[in-house]
């Protein structure tokens, strides 16, 4: 899977990704929840989809914040891959009462 | 709760927490899985222990790696709190088959 570059990447999520930014490596968003029980539940809807699409983010959680970054790391860059399970999360955390 | 000064944690973790190392601020560890369901799977037994008795670690998840770091914020230090939730997180390693 080719890597998309970053006028591609900007575009996008400009027009479809609110809230995601990159940084030259990774697209990522921050979230916040009420609590540590109603973050991690949100990690744990993620990580089912993560699981299901084979293609996993590196993330990190403190108390009430989650972190999300994506990659395609065997691409070497971002991809579709990143854009799709990015909509996902999104979605996946405007279900959560949230997004 | 009073913070322990840097001689108590790194003697602390020389006899009972291998694998933990102090840096400055947090105690910490990195745990190696055989790929996400176990490393997330681990996570979630961590997550329960860390609600039930309402102390949460800072955490990132890369696919099969997960690094664990603890420092209790309102004590602005390492307490006895984090002492005791690392050794519950290495029975929860040991009880995974990995520790």
Redesign the interface.
């Given at each position: 899977m080719k890597p998309l570059n970053k006028d591609e990447i900007t575009e996008f999520l400009a027009l479809h990704l609110n809230g995601w930014s990159f940084d030259g490596n990774f697209i990522k968003r921050d979230f916040e929840f009420k609590n540590?029980?109603e973050a991690?539940s949100f990690?744990?809807a993620v990580?089912l989809e993560?699981?299901k699409k084979d293609h996993?983010?590196?993330?990190?959680?403190?108390?009430n914040k989650v972190q999300i970054k994506l990659r395609t790391h065997s691409a070497d860059g971002v991809t579709g891959k990143d854009i799709d399970l990015a909509q996902n999360i999104d979605s996946l955390y405007k279900s959560s009462g949230k997004g």
């Open positions: 540590f029980v991690f990690m744990t990580a993560a699981e996993h983010p590196d993330w990190n959680n403190e108390y």
